[in-house]
């Protein structure tokens, strides 16, 4: 059972990103997926959710508005397209997958390996 986030990198301010998370080893379309991060030194935060019919989405307040996140149940893959960057976004990003929506860390049971994303000023 694994989760590959990619789609990491730098960029400047100001720019987009998308990063995507694959599944494999499970079928996990009918779980809810979704970001978290951790910045360094800083606790590992909620960024998105959404639920596994895309019917639910759930967003931090610091991401509201620049990010969208998306899934498609076909390829088994959630995405997490940020727009409008900034340098207090840079963090590595880890995808996450339940049976349950949550903006709670703990209740996350499957967890992608992260992906970097450094935003430079």
């Known amino acids: 059972v694994q989760l590959q986030a990619s789609g990491g990198g730098l960029v400047q301010a100001g720019g987009s990103l998308r990063l995507s998370c694959a599944a494999s080893g499970r079928t996990f379309s009918r779980y809810a997926k979704g970001w978290f991060r951790q910045a360094p030194g800083k606790e590992r935060e909620f960024v998105a959710a959404?639920?596994?019919?895309?019917?639910?989405?759930y967003y931090a307040d610091s991401v509201k508005g620049r990010f969208t996140i998306s899934r498609d149940n076909a390829k088994n893959t959630v995405y997490l397209q940020m727009n409008s960057l900034k340098p207090e976004d840079t963090a590595v990003y880890y995808c996450?997958?339940?049976?349950?929506?949550?903006?709670?860390?703990?209740?996350?049971?499957?967890w992608g390996q992260g992906t970097l994303v450094t935003v430079s000023s």
């Open positions: 996450v997958a339940d049976p349950y929506i949550s903006t709670t860390k703990d209740d996350y049971t499957y």
């Open positions: 959404i639920s596994w019919t895309a019917g639910s989405t």
